[in-house]
């Protein structure tokens, strides 16, 4: 399939994942890298237009694609399009942002950690967004790519002025990205950001995190090896779970029911059926 080709069916979503091109992507990587990085950086200059306009999808699987090829000329694009204010990158990519945006920062920075903090830190961002910088971290050591007290080290920052305290949902990530790298050198900073009420005990609560400290560093840092944290490598399988790639359930045919003769007439004239419309 010839490049042109393949960014066209990537373009919109029709309900069918575009297998055919994204196989073809995946198999001239070199190729469709820079046409992928366009697809980006159109994204992130346009933003508002492509709300404003039909459905374009081009830039969800230019995401992911240039997570699973590990691109870093993707990382300084992805990042400034995550920090477009508001919910415009949610709006325009839908439940990435919680599903799958650590990951594929983690895939693209090349190990430079930078630019993800500064998201993670950015009050103009979304607070999903957000989150999912500071879980980017957690892939990164979850991938052997970052040591977990270089990544604590950091977390600690951010509870000794890093953030404003201030109660907001980015509390509520830090508090959940230190428990899962088990929590036992930031403890006390994050009880007390309990006792400030920086945190929404409905997402994480004290006793889940004392919990998880209980249970011991070996087996809760076991976990980083669940799906929640794998490395993105294959584009479609990512994707063809996805609600809006699935056929519609068919509706089931309507069924009518003979009316008795002796039965209230369904007309509602309070006779009988057969001395109504029955007759």
Known sequence: MELEE???QLQ????VLPRQALRAAMTQQDAITPELLKIL???RDHAQDLLDGPDYTAHIYALYLLAQFREPRAYPVT????????DVSPDLTGDVVTEDLDRILASVCGGDTCLITRLAENPYANEYVRNAALRALVCLVAWGEKAREEVLAYYTSL???GLSRAPHHVWDGLVSCCTDLYPAEVFEEIQHAFRDGLVDDSFIDLA???DELARGKAMVLAKLHS????RLQDTIAELEGWASFQPAAPTPPATTRKVGRN???PCGSGKKYKKCCGR
């Open 12 to 15: 919109h979503c029709e309900g």
């Open 208 to 210: 889940y995190i004392e």
């Open 6 to 8: 393949i960014v066209q």
């Open 79 to 86: 990042v400034d399009f995550f920090s477009l204010p508001g």
């Open 263 to 265: 039965e209230p007439c």
């Open 41 to 43: 950086v159109y994204a």
């Open 159 to 161: 509870f000794h002025g």
């Open 227 to 230: 799906h929640r944290y794998q």
